[in-house]
């Protein structure tokens, strides 16, 4: 069996990481891809707020994380997807972004040699460096970043979502009092002085390697620098 090589590719909804995540699996078939989102629970087992009297599709309980942490160990160990998972498909129609086939050709010559050799995982994900245990499975951590405007911006600009038994759509007030509330509470421990907005702790954050994805940022250049640091770090470990 061939080498196992996990990659998390995580950060705030709306940062950009599942996006990254579908290009390269899609230039890359040999990587396989794995989207966190793919273990939410079933509707009526979303925690539910009861001053809005909502769900709360953003709190890590709304995750499977217990089965999501059993895969990993699954995958780690058989090289295998054990589970029988069912896609939402929430992420963007890569084709809108017109991305120019000789630059996604450069990057597939870079993946490939690595990939034939290492089985490598990529798993897109908004709850994972929460946990230090889950962060612990990873041998790689890529942390997408972007400014609070960026987030909310994007955020409100997708139509909804569907889930296991229907369909979301953000109330206005979503991303700051659910989103963003639960990125925050959830990775200020990441965060020097806890703020979300500022600089990772070289103790917490330990590992965590970070990219910038703001509202002026090309696609390609988030595309290069997650191929880069997949081929690095694979190369480094074997």
Not at 175 to 194: C, K, M, N, P, W
């Amino acid at each position: 069996m061939a080498n196992i090589f996990l990659v998390a590719l995580s950060g705030c909804s709306s940062s950009g990481k599942s996006t990254i995540a579908k290009v390269i699996a899609q230039i890359c078939p040999d990587i396989t891809l794995i989207h966190e989102d793919d273990f939410y629970k079933h509707d009526d087992e979303i925690p539910f707020n009861e001053k809005r009297g909502i769900s709360n599709w953003d709190s890590p309980e709304a995750l499977d994380l217990a089965h999501f942490e059993a895969e990993l160990d699954s995958i780690k160990e058989t090289g295998q997807i054990s589970s029988q998972l069912v896609h939402n498909n929430n992420v963007d129609d890569i084709s809108k972004f017109q991305l120019d086939p000789n630059f996604l050709q450069t990057l597939r010559h870079k993946l490939e040699p690595i990939s034939r050799s290492t089985r490598i995982v990529l798993v897109d994900g908004f709850m994972i460096y929460n946990s230090p245990k889950l962060a612990s499975k990873f041998d790689l951590k890529l942390f997408v970043r972007a400014p609070y405007e960026v987030l909310k911006a994007r955020r409100n600009a997708r139509p909804g979502y569907q889930t296991l038994d229907s369909y979301w759509v953000d109330p206005p007030y979503y991303f700051d009092e659910f989103v963003y509330d639960s990125y925050r509470s959830s990775h200020a421990h990441l965060f020097i002085d806890g703020d979300v907005e500022g600089s990772l702790n070289p103790q917490t954050a330990a590992g965590i390697k970070e990219f910038t994805n703001g509202s002026g940022t090309p696609l390609t250049e988030a595309l290069t620098w997650t191929t880069n640091e997949i081929c690095e770090a694979v190369s480094a470990a074997h």
